[in-house]
């Protein structure tokens, strides 16, 4: 039975095709045909004692049929009978060594085929030691990065707060350069109005006007109606006085028969002063205002003794020196 397995395999169109290639045949097409895969060590100890066992198998059926020989040649008579099985003897033989010598190509190919795989699994490793050291410097390199990256994290956190600290601090002195440039601008101006009336002040003085705090006084030497006055204290840039307390109506006192800002001609009896307020304090002379002889504008009376009692109502159209007053 072992030696028609034998036979079998070297008949099978597989077999021959293992004869035929040769050394040409390929370790992958060799385990293929075998059932033994590329990397597997196990199919390879089994391919090596399947071979083993064919080996132990091919000698016991030589072994047989040179003894099956024997007894023929001890039972046969007949020269043709030798013949014959002397023929099926150096036949099975033949085939023996056939089957043989094609089971150590295999083995060969085989020997060959680990050697290879043992080489290839040598690079592999090799490789993966190479990977894995790639690996590792990659790794390295990641956890450099990482840090990096927090360390960025936290330099860009700190910038923020110091950008924020930085806008406000921008924000309150825009507005303190604000307010700053607004005092500036206001003590500018107050400078301006100063040097002003410093400069008014030094021509009303050169010019002779009275300086009382906070006005200045011009008694005009010329003799004018009401209107008239007023309008040349107008083209000076005055007005004609409004008294507006005891005090002042005390340092008019000494001036008699002068015009003073008072007048009811736009409506008879409702005094105004010339700046449009009403007549609320009042230092009329006894018996004043009268009315007599259409009696329309306020002098200081030529008899005026008390600063209370000092004030006269006369006809618009005469003519009096008149006091202007210019504020400062």
Not at 40 to 64: D, E, H
Not at 263 to 285: F, Q
Request: net charge negative; with cysteine.
């Amino acid at each position: 039975m072992a030696e028609d397995i034998l036979v079998d395999v070297d008949n099978s169109e597989e077999g021959r095709s293992y004869w035929d290639q040769g050394d040409k045949i390929s370790t992958s097409k060799i385990f293929n045909k075998m059932g033994i895969g590329r990397h597997s060590k196990k199919g390879f100890k089994l391919a090596t004692a399947c071979l083993g066992v064919l080996c132990v198998i091919l000698l016991i059926v030589i072994i047989s049929h040179k003894s099956h020989n024997n007894c023929n040649n001890d039972n046969s008579d007949g020269t043709f009978q030798r013949l014959t099985a002397d023929n099926n003897v150096t036949h099975n033989t033949v085939q023996s060594e056939t089957i043989y010598s094609n089971l150590n190509k295999q083995m060969n190919l085989l020997l060959t085929s680990h050697n290879i795989l043992i080489q290839e699994k040598s690079l592999i490793l090799t490789r993966y030691n190479n990977l894995t050291d790639d690996r590792n410097l990659l790794q390295i390199s990641y956890n450099d990065l990482i840090l990096q990256k927090s360390q960025l994290n936290s330099n860009y956190t700190n910038l923020s707060r110091e950008k924020s600290d930085l806008q406000t601090s921008n924000a309150m002195l825009s507005d303190e350069k604000a307010q700053l440039q607004a005092s500036y601008n206001n003590l500018t101006r107050e400078r301006d109005n100063l040097q002003t009336l410093l400069t008014k002040l030094d021509s009303r003085l050169a010019d002779g006007w009275i300086a009382r705090k906070p006005s200045l006084y011009k008694v005009s030497s010329e003799k004018r109606s009401w209107q008239e006055s007023r309008d040349s204290c107008l083209n000076m840039g005055a007005d004609l006085i409004v008294v507006n307390d005891i005090e002042e109506q005390k340092f008019l006192l000494p001036y008699k028969n002068v015009w003073i800002g008072l007048s009811d001609t736009d409506n008879e009896g409702v005094w105004k002063w010339v700046d449009g307020t009403p007549l609320t304090i009042k230092y009329w002379a006894p018996g004043e205002p009268n009315n007599a002889g259409n009696e329309d504008c306020a002098e200081i009376s030529s008899n005026a003794a008390n600063p209370m009692k000092a004030w006269n109502d006369v006809p618009c159209y005469s003519s009096f020196q008149y006091i202007c007053e210019d504020h400062f």
